[in-house]
């Protein structure tokens, strides 16, 4: 009885944890496709609304979730204090902080905050184009992880569940 409750408990935990992994690879692709919105929301209010990056900070940060929604306000706060710092560097100090949080691999922050380097054009077009840039980027990384990640997640909760087996049968 005991044996039959162990072996119980060790599947649920191997099946469980690769049930974890599924959902770290959706949740990768779910960040991207939000950072992804950040970035059309951004350029949306340089192309039509004609405003700055600051200003535009400002004002989309009421339609995003709560941890970028403070990222962007400060961002926006931050400059309109004018501490010498360049908007790139304010926006890069910010946003990291929000990013943090999130499961992203390196590349992903770097290709998200890759226009914020490149924000001294006095041209709000190259502006625009610089932020697209790094959302196609982010695009073509969530575009590849969506073909891969159907084949990954049965693969994690297969392994998880078969590896589970192999324990109860090598304890046994």
């Known amino acids: 009885m005991v044996r039959m409750l162990g072996g119980c408990m060790v599947f649920a935990g191997c099946l469980g944890l690769g049930l974890w992994y599924r959902y770290q690879f959706g949740a990768r692709i779910k960040a991207l496709h939000n950072l992804e919105r950040m970035l059309e929301l951004l350029a949306s209010e340089v192309r039509y609304g004609r405003a700055t990056l600051p200003e535009c900070c400002s004002h989309i940060a009421g339609g995003l979730d709560s941890g970028f929604e403070e990222a962007f306000l400060e961002v926006g706060r931050r400059m309109e204090e004018n501490m010498g710092l360049s908007f790139g560097e304010v926006f890069q100090?910010?946003?990291?902080k929000a990013l943090g949080r999130l499961p992203l691999q390196e590349a992903d922050r770097e290709?998200?905050?890759r226009f914020a380097a490149r924000t001294g054009y006095a041209d709000s077009q190259m502006q625009l184009r610089e932020i697209e840039q790094s959302g196609e980027l982010l695009r073509d990384t969530r575009?590849?992880?969506?073909?891969?990640n159907a084949e990954k997640c049965r693969m994690a909760v297969g392994l998880g569940a078969m590896?589970?087996?192999l324990l109860i049968l090598v304890l046994w």
Not at 93 to 96: L, Q
Not at 143 to 148: S, Y
């Open 93 to 96: 100090e910010e946003m990291e």
């Open 163 to 165: 590896g589970g087996l």
């Open 143 to 148: 575009e590849r992880l969506e073909r891969e």
């Open 111 to 113: 290709n998200f905050l």
